[in-house]
């Protein structure tokens, strides 16, 4: 039995629906990342799942129970927003052992506790600091500390990181992935960042207009993405327009830049002569300088047309036939010494190449 069963979830506001018939499940311990757009219903779904909305249609169950005739404050959910609503007036004891007090612990536990937490996440004798005297990152780990305290069954965090820079957010992914785990709560992360969702989750689910679109590991959505959405919001750049040539054996697949073979399966109810989307991983295909003008039968010719340093790659934009690929080049490959204008061979194995629907 799963830890959270949500099953057929439903909310509008008005005329307009905010969540329609989502499903998903989290395991014990599991982190399970809303993934998203922003405005596609990830943090109605979590303010469903705590009680603080009311659901129009379908069930929340914890541990198998229905959660609809439990009040929010009973359900024992934990939440961590990304204002964070830490107490100005508190010092950090404070805060980390406000919930604490709430469930009227004694001194002693809620003391030992909050030195436990702030050890946790790595501000071990900070009890007595104002949160003006916090950097941004430390009133994060503050907010999370505080959010564990309680010991909740279930924590939803809403965009936590969401208000830091790049830098510190990408620090800040792996210690609450670390200090998660290490608790073993049960987790909803939301989130619309990618690297966030990919940095944390153990589970994710790709909510758009309210929907769930897709669901599974984060190497399962990105080996095999079920939509152009879910593609493009990964950040895979080459999706062309095609057409099935041949769906047995080998499947072929001609778009503007010429005839494909494809590695992976041709989606359900797509047959030789009917319309995909053919997607190339820009990390799997390989570039080289063209030899002499001939090019090799499982090659196509190209000419670099823009050329990008990236640290430790090469963004190359090369056009082949009648459209163009984004190809990244690790500096170590040869295809990392072409220059714009160069004619170039351009390898696409089977396993670079699927298609959509």
Do not use: W
Request: with cysteine; glycine share 12%.
């Amino acid at each position: 039995m799963p830890a959270l069963e949500v099953r057929g979830v439903s909310k509008s506001f008005g005329a307009a629906p905010a969540v329609r018939d989502v499903s998903l499940t989290a395991e014990r311990g599991e982190l399970v990342c809303l993934l998203g757009p922003s405005g596609c219903g990830k943090s109605t779904l979590l303010r469903l799942i705590s009680g603080l909305e009311t659901l129009d249609s379908g069930a929340v169950l914890f541990d198998g129970k229905s959660q609809e005739a439990v009040a929010p404050h009973m359900r024992g959910f934990g939440l961590m927003f990304q204002d964070l609503a830490l107490f100005p007036h508190m010092d950090v004891q404070g805060n980390v052992g406000f919930g604490m007090r709430m469930q009227r612990r004694s001194s002693d536990a809620i003391h030992r506790r909050v030195d436990e937490l702030l050890e946790l996440v790595g501000l071990a004798g900070y009890g007595r600091r104002k949160v003006h005297e916090l950097s941004g990152g430390e009133r994060q780990r503050v907010a999370l500390a505080r959010s564990l305290a309680p010991e909740p069954k279930l924590l939803m965090l809403d965009e936590p990181l969401g208000s830091l820079d790049r830098v510190l957010r990408e620090s800040l992914q792996v210690q609450v992935r670390s200090i998660l785990k290490e608790v073993g709560v049960t987790a909803i992360y939301v989130t619309h960042d990618k690297d966030e969702a990919f940095a944390i989750a153990d589970a994710i689910v790709f909510m758009d207009g309210g929907l769930v679109v897709q669901a599974g590991t984060p190497e399962a959505l990105f080996r095999a993405p079920a939509s152009e959405l879910v593609a493009r919001s990964l950040g895979m750049r080459n999706i062309l327009p095609g057409r099935l040539v041949q769906a047995e054996g080998v499947a072929q697949v001609e778009c503007a830049i010429g005839m494909l073979a494809i590695g992976g399966g041709v989606p359900v109810g797509v047959s030789s002569g009917g319309d995909v989307l053919v997607l190339i991983d820009e990390r799997g295909v390989t570039v080289t300088i063209a030899q002499g003008g001939e090019v090799p039968a499982d090659a196509l010719a190209g000419v670099v047309v823009a050329r990008e340093f990236r640290g430790g790659e090469s963004e190359l934009r090369v056009r082949v036939g009648n459209g163009e690929l984004i190809c990244a080049v690790a500096q170590r490959d040869a295809g990392a010494d072409v220059e714009v204008g160069d004619d170039v061979t351009v390898v696409l194995p089977l396993g670079a190449v699927t298609l959509l629907r």
